[in-house]
């Protein structure tokens, strides 16, 4: 069986997409040519009104495609990192940093997410398809006082699980069946070990940053139904797998809570706030997108399959953006 969501020629709606996605986002839904270009990394400083005011940040932005390549509508920008990290212009990172410099509290701001990173990348450089994205920490330095972080994703296998659920359930098979063997379970054995990888991320921050640093741990978007219902057959996941597979991202999601409070980080809650907008909902309404190529949220914008759009990256503003200002 076969739908026609999952077509090839919907890659074609948008040549700099087609052409640009890098085949660890673009590989849920088609197979596409690349092509990338390098731009060094740099620091925008903002001016000496931001650095004098009461507050200033000097705002360092780490993390995954849920942190960088959330919706289009333009294409990728490369002041911060190559075009093979695909760093949306609308991305969350961005839209806080202009919020923060708007109210004056912005001093310096840069952008090392990068589509498919893993914790890794935050200590080695990151070979794209075309374009190396350095070490996510060396855009951290002694003046930073503001990061936020989003990892984890990559690290657990997040984005090929979901693919082998729906190429599962399009087949008859179950997914689940396939990572649980005699009642362990694989995925929850890479969380535990993720865990340990994050929080050693967050101690090795806080000896690259300033003494006062800010933390913030961003979780993911509710991506698939809170219920664990699923919506076959638009997604065509049988109701075992569909339940298991929102147990394994719920507790990617709980996995960061822990780790932010073990090592005194802030948990910025998106998914909470963002149920009711999953890949099952309207189009218009909905904050990530099941297949990718054209988005409804807004209208004319594009978004990766299985990640957020621009709505949904609005979404993840608003939080991180209202977490910032309680301190």
């Not at 929102?246 to 822990?258: E, G, I, R, S, V």
Request: proline content about 6%.
């Amino acid at each position: 069986m076969s739908l026609p969501l999952f077509r090839r020629e919907r890659c074609a709606s948008r040549s700099w997409l087609r052409n640009a996605l890098p085949h660890s986002i673009f590989r849920a839904t088609c197979s596409c040519v690349l092509l990338l270009s390098v731009s060094a990394a740099l620091e925008v400083h903002i001016g000496p009104a931001a650095a004098s005011a009461g507050t200033s940040y000097n705002y360092v932005a780490l993390g995954d495609s849920y942190t960088a390549a959330t919706g289009f509508d333009s294409p990728p920008d490369t002041r911060f990192a190559p075009f093979g990290c695909f760093q949306s212009t609308t991305n969350y990172p961005r839209q806080v940093a202009g919020i923060l410099e708007g109210e004056n509290e912005l001093g310096s701001f840069v952008d090392a997410s990068c589509g498919g990173a893993t914790t890794a990348d935050f200590i080695e450089a990151q070979h794209t398809p075309f374009g190396v994205n350095p070490p996510q920490f060396n855009r951290i330095t002694t003046r930073t006082n503001l990061v936020t972080f989003g990892i984890g994703g990559n690290d657990v296998g997040l984005i090929p699980l979901a693919q082998e659920c729906v190429e599962d359930g399009l087949a008859n098979k179950s997914c689940r069946d396939a990572h649980v063997t005699n009642g362990v379970d694989d995925v929850a054995t890479s969380l535990h070990l993720t865990q340990l990888k994050i929080e050693e991320m967050i101690r090795q921050v806080r000896t690259r940053a300033a003494k006062d640093v800010r933390i913030l741990v961003v979780n993911y978007l509710e991506a698939v139904p809170d219920n664990g219902k699923g919506c076959y057959p638009i997604v065509p996941v049988g109701p075992v797998d569909a339940a298991w597979f929102t147990q394994k991202y719920q507790q990617l999601n709980a996995m960061l809570a822990m780790a932010a409070r073990n090592q005194d980080a802030e948990l910025v809650d998106t998914y909470t706030a963002s149920i009711g907008h999953n890949v099952c909902t309207a189009p218009s309404t909905r904050y990530v997108e099941l297949v990718g190529g054209p988005s409804s949220n807004p209208p004319f914008s594009l978004a990766a399959p299985l990640h957020p759009n621009i709505g949904g990256a609005q979404a993840q503003t608003r939080v991180v953006a209202a977490a910032i200002a309680r301190k």
